[in-house]
């Protein structure tokens, strides 16, 4: 029995990032196969020639909307998935007096409560078309633990973002820019895009005692068949497949469960934690995460009993963590 407590370290509030490193490749990298720091722009050095590098293109929806009850009352809706039949699971609050049955307006758009809230958990119905509404009078929600300001609602979106469809960004691909893509190329180091839908359920903390109580949430993927196969054709040449962030790997590792890599769309709810035997990826970008979530505990998977000492070590070294803070390259069993 593995307690989630077990994923759980202390982290400093200072150490939360609080602003984007500008350039977006000024970000330090950790790489945890010799415990080396690097800036993110060192990247295609840290890889070889052959390998493929592989990144999440899904766009942040602009998902934060703001309506009001028949009473006047201001009600905050964040869209989290599409449900079909213009329903749509989201959160929303306060979710006082808010009923199965409530009515919200959003713009011109009436909005209807089919659930009661749990935990501000709710799905919602309209006729309208919600989506077109949210990239014109949406917001991009930003992390709870950012307190800071961005200068631009661009700065949480990849220079990958061309599919709408998630409620946060795949963190690790932040920090990509031209001149990174630039040097990957002249290292002779290939790129391809999946997708993967991120949920926001992805970094909350884990609220099951036990591990294997939790229930993983579900996330739309999409990995094509020309991902599949570059990677086949990586292999065969001796080249490594590189996940940039947890979505990637979730992503690729759902496509294989069975042991071979297929094209997939569709959801998925895999869960990675210790003890999981890696079939596709080989090395991993990701950020620093947060204390007793499901990316904490795919962190230990992919680093082995010692992602503790490297997450105390990466803190003692003055590493930001968290959505816009720096990142680690690591090694995974296979």
């Known amino acids: 029995m593995t307690l989630t407590s077990a994923f759980h370290y202390d982290l400093p509030t200072e150490s939360i990032a609080q602003s984007a490193t500008e350039p977006r490749h000024d970000a330090r990298l950790l790489d945890t ?3 080396s720091d690097h800036r993110f722009l060192d990247l295609a050095d840290l890889l070889e020639p052959g390998d493929l590098v592989v990144v999440n293109r899904t766009r942040v929806r602009r998902a934060r909307l703001i309506g009001r009850k028949s009473t ?11 449900l079909g039949e213009g ?33 501000g958990r709710v799905v919602i119905e309209t006729d309208g078309d919600l989506a077109s ?46 001149e990174v893509l ?19 359920d992805t970094f ?43 979505t990637v790997v979730r992503a690729l590792e759902s496509a294989a469960t069975d042991g071979t890599l297929r094209p997939m769309s569709g959801p998925t709810s895999l869960f990675v934690r210790p003890g999981y035997r890696f079939r596709v990826i080989d090395l991993v970008v990701t950020n620093f995460h947060v204390p007793g979530s499901t990316l904490v505990v795919l962190a230990a998977a992919m680093i082995g009993a010692g992602w503790r000492s490297v ?7 003055g590493y930001r963590f968290l959505s816009f803070g720096d990142a680690m390259l690591v090694e995974v069993p296979r």
């Not at 009600?75 to 599409?82: T, Y």
């Not at 997450?311 to 070294?317: I, N, P, T």
């Open 33 to 35: 196969r010799t415990m």
């Open 133 to 178: 509404l949210a990239e014109i009078a949406g917001e991009i929600p930003l992390p709870p633990y950012f307190t800071g300001v961005l200068d631009a609602p661009d700065r949480y979106q990849t220079i990958f973002a061309d599919r709408i469809g998630s409620a946060a960004a795949p963190t690790a691909g932040l920090h990509f820019t031209e």
């Open 87 to 119: 329903r749509w699971e989201a959160l929303a609050r306060p979710t006082r007096r808010l009923r199965s049955g409530s009515i919200v307006s959003i713009a011109d758009l009436e909005v209807r409560l089919v659930t009661d809230p749990v935990e």
């Open 72 to 82: 006047g009352g201001v009600v905050e809706v964040l869209l989290l998935r599409a």
């Open 311 to 317: 997450y105390a070590e990466a803190l003692d070294r």
């Open 204 to 246: 909350r903390p884990i609220s099951a005692t036990v591990l294997d109580d939790h229930e993983m949430h579900s996330e739309r993927v999409l990995v094509g068949s020309n991902v599949v196969e570059r990677i086949h054709d990586t292999r065969i040449a001796g080249g490594r497949v590189v996940a940039i962030g947890t």
């Open 182 to 200: 630039r040097r990957l190329e002249q290292r002779r180091i290939a790129l391809e895009r999946i997708e993967l839908e991120v949920g926001l």
